[in-house]
Each structure stands twice: as C-alpha cells, then as structure tokens.
C-alpha cells in the first residue's frame, strides 16, 4: 500500500529539512554542510548519505567511522575504477583524511556513508540520524534528510555512474544487500 504525505506533512518535513541543513559543528573545528542521504527507491536494501567536511582546525583530522540506527553496518565507503573500467565499491576501514583549513567531499560516485541492510525504509523529507567519528574531534552526531529527489552534481565521475561505467558490488559481503544508489 502506498502511502503520501499530506500537505501539512510535506510542509513540515522540508521545513525540518531545511533546518537539519544548517551546517554541524564539533569543537568549532569540524563543519558538516549539504548533508543529504537517499537510497535507490523504497524496497532499497542499502542507502548512502553525502555531506561536505570541512575541518577549520589547525590540523588535519580523519574521519574514522560512521554510524546509524536507519541500517544493520554502517561503513566508509569509496569506488576504485580497475583496469577494465569496472568501478568497484570497497569499505575504506581508515576512513578519509579531512584536511587542516580544508574540505573532504563525500559524494555520489565517490566516497560516502555507506548503509547496508536498511532497518526502515528511506522516503523522501524523512531524517536520518549519523553519528561522524572523528580521530581527534570525536563524535558528531548530525540530522540527515532523505533527498530521492536530487540529481547526482556534475563531473567526471558523477557522469560516469549514469550509465556509461559498469559497477561490481561483488565483494560487498551477501548478495542481499544493494548497491549505492547511482543517481
């Protein structure tokens, strides 16, 4: 049975939306902006979510881990193109570095939070708790909003993934579990 939000609900959901958008700090150092999290539609076993991070610290910092009650693993998670152009999805377990006075973009067809087993399903203007662990930050938790709606943004990799590049998801663990969501 499908279900619609009515338009109270809808109206509530893209205000909170919007609100959880605001950028997410930790020490005054760490920055999370434009966090968003989608899956690739309602029965969708796995989910992604995507966000800049920027570190206005003094020196670098890595992000070490992820977290969220919204899957069964959560994990860090990158895409490394082979020799035959296949662009396979691995569990990154050092996490990325996110630079002194700089930015690390996780984003569709690159790195991303990975959700693997999706405890509840992903609709859209629906909030998705995360909690970032940082090596010297340490936790920030930030409220996530489902996006089903936004386009993957432009560049190489990014347009790739519309279609052109074939994905492997073999070593993701049981056949159970969905790729991210490609756009």
């Known amino acids: 049975m ?20 605001l950028p997410a700090f930790a020490d005054s150092k760490i920055m999370v902006k434009d966090a968003y999290a989608r899956a690739s539609g309602m029965m969708a076993t796995a989910g992604a979510a995507f966000m800049q991070i920027e570190n206005h610290g003094d020196e670098d910092d890595q992000l070490i881990d992820a977290r969220s009650d919204i899957a069964k693993k959560v994990e860090l ?19 990325f570095t996110i630079p002194a006075g700089g ?3 996780l984003a569709r067809g ?16 629906k909030m998705v708790t995360v909690t970032l662990v940082f090596e010297k930050a340490g936790e920030v938790t930030i409220e996530v909003p489902v996006d089903l709606q936004r386009k993957p943004m432009a560049g190489a990799m990014n347009g790739a993934m519309e279609g052109t590049m074939k994905m492997d998801h073999s070593n993701m663990g049981s056949g159970a579990m969905a790729p991210a969501p490609s756009n």
């Open 2 to 21: 499908t279900q619609t939000m009515s338009p109270v609900k809808t109206l509530l959901a893209a205000g909170a939306a919007a609100l959880f958008t």
């Open 103 to 105: 930015m690390h973009a």
């Open 77 to 95: 998670h990158t895409h490394k193109i082979d020799d035959q152009g296949v662009a396979k999805m691995l569990h990154v377990p050092e996490g």
């Open 110 to 125: 690159g790195d991303h939070v990975m959700f693997m087993g999706l405890n509840d399903t992903m609709e859209d203007g």
